[in-house]
């Protein structure tokens, strides 16, 4: 009888220390994989939710998630404008929530699907947009043209269309300076 207890003894303390063992691990392996998370894996699980972003040059940008790209994110303002927002400038987030998407592989199509090729519908659209540089200033116009790290900007007032009397200039701001790309209904702001 004094075997069997011994055992038993032994077995529970065996098992005790597994489990003990089997927690760290689980621990670790929990942080290793958060660690694997990016902040597009953070804003991907919050599509819907009412953000603040915290914008290098441009401030606060706030605005519901509605896509989110390689390196960037669109946001819909309260005044139902579109707020593309550039992540290289995005210094803090908040309204995440509680979810998070898990890491995905960027594809081919989606490495391409940068910020460039999302600018390059605005300029198919000749949408006037206010540009929000990282700098802090601002310019406003038509998306004319981009190249591989720029955007040509033609230079008006928001309430004109793009014509060439209105145009002031025409001016290639480098697309890393961009923070966030606000598209403008003519006339207002």
């Given at each position: 009888m004094r075997w069997e207890q011994l055992f038993a003894e032994l077995e529970a303390a065996f098992e005790a220390e597994e489990s003990a063992v089997?927690?760290?691990?689980?621990?670790?392996?929990?942080?290793?994989?958060?660690?694997?998370?990016?902040?597009?894996?953070?804003?991907?699980?919050?599509?819907?939710?009412?953000?603040?972003?915290?914008?290098?040059?441009?401030?606060?940008?706030?605005?519901?998630?509605?896509?989110?790209?390689?390196?960037?994110?669109?946001?819909?303002?309260?005044?139902?404008?579109?707020?593309?927002?550039?992540?290289?400038?995005?210094q803090s987030v908040s309204g995440l929530g509680a979810l998070t998407?898990?890491?995905?592989?960027d594809g081919v199509v989606a490495r391409a699907w940068d910020l460039r090729r999302a600018v390059r519908g605005l300029v198919r659209d000749r949408a006037p947009v206010q540009l929000l540089l990282d700098?802090?200033?601002?310019?406003?116009?038509?998306?004319?043209?981009?190249?591989?790290?720029?955007v040509e900007l033609a230079e008006h007032h928001l309430d004109?269309?793009?014509?060439?009397?209105?145009?002031?200039?025409?001016?290639a701001v480098a697309l890393a300076a961009v923070a966030v790309v606000v598209s403008v209904t003519p006339g207002g702001a």
């Open positions: 089997e927690q760290a691990e689980a621990g670790s392996r929990a942080r290793a994989a958060a660690g694997t998370l990016r902040l597009v894996d953070r804003l991907r699980g919050a599509s819907g939710h009412q953000l603040v972003l915290d914008c290098r040059g441009a401030g606060v940008v706030r605005g519901r998630l509605v896509d989110v790209g390689v390196d960037w994110v669109l946001l819909t303002d309260e005044r139902g404008r579109d707020l593309l927002v550039a992540l290289a400038a995005v998407a898990p890491p995905e592989d700098g802090g200033s601002a310019l406003a116009g038509t998306l004319d043209r981009v190249g591989a790290d720029f004109e269309p793009r014509r060439r009397g209105a145009v002031r200039a025409v001016r």
